[in-house]
């Protein structure tokens, strides 16, 4: 079956602080890979997708993942966190099959410390 | 820009009553799902339509079922709400191969 791992349900962060947020994937095809952020009382919003190409993909607010096929991950960085980068985070893989539905892995909370 | 618009943000039904939560969106997409999001456990799917009057179940479907007359527009109902269906509900839309667009949310409390 496939899923989407999550390890770290909480981090915590310094404002200035770079970030690295964990995403590890269990699916056997080349997957198409998400990752949604959601701020308090909001929907989610779309920070970056992988489909094929470069590994590294560039997204908004200053955001950056890469896939390894090797490690199975597809980890979400940013250089240097941002106060109102506190929010959950959320990495997603696409299910090819009955009309591409996208799994959701169980989030990660970002808190920001000043 | 792109807009999925829930109809309610915020909810609050007794157990058994029948329960609507209404979704549109304008950007003419094909695809659209029904998630509901619980503390830990991530983003569900229960259905998810790839057209009109076309429904797919997704993980968890048992207690709801779905409408799509029109292609704007996709209907989550609760035919006899259960107070495990207390959740935050979330609408998507999407074409194919792009991310999802998400509503704010429907906040859902069954008592």
């Known amino acids: 079956a496939q899923s989407v791992t999550q390890p770290d349900i909480h981090i915590t962060v310094s404002e200035g602080a770079s970030l690295e947020l964990r995403c590890n994937y269990s699916?056997?095809?080349?997957?198409?890979l998400f990752w949604y952020v959601q701020s308090p009382g909001q929907g989610l919003q779309l920070l970056l997708k992988y489909f094929s190409g470069d590994t590294l993909v560039q997204g908004i607010k200053g955001f950056e993942a890469e896939f390894k096929r090797s490690q199975s991950s597809f980890n979400l960085r940013k250089p240097s966190v941002h106060w109102s980068d506190a929010a959950e985070y959320f990495c997603a893989v696409v299910r090819m099959e009955y009309g591409n539905k996208l799994v959701f892995g169980a989030g990660t909370i970002l808190r920001v410390k000043s | 820009d792109v807009k999925v618009t829930q109809s309610s943000r915020y909810l609050v039904k007794r157990t058994g009553e029948k329960v609507f939560l209404e979704c549109v969106q304008d950007?003419?997409?094909?695809?659209m799902f029904w998630y509901r999001q619980d503390p830990g456990l991530g983003l569900r799917l229960i259905y998810f339509s790839y057209d009109v009057k076309m429904k797919e179940k997704g993980d968890i479907p048992e207690g709801y079922s779905v409408s799509r007359e029109k292609k704007e527009r996709f209907s989550l109902i609760l035919e006899s709400a259960s107070t495990n269906q207390t959740s935050m509900y979330l609408c998507?839309?999407?074409?194919?191969?792009?991310?999802?667009?998400f509503g704010s949310g429907t906040q859902l409390s069954v008592l």
């Open positions: 998507a839309s999407r074409i194919e191969f792009s991310g999802l667009f």
């Open positions: 950007m003419d997409h094909e695809n």
């Open positions: 699916y056997g095809a080349t997957p198409y």
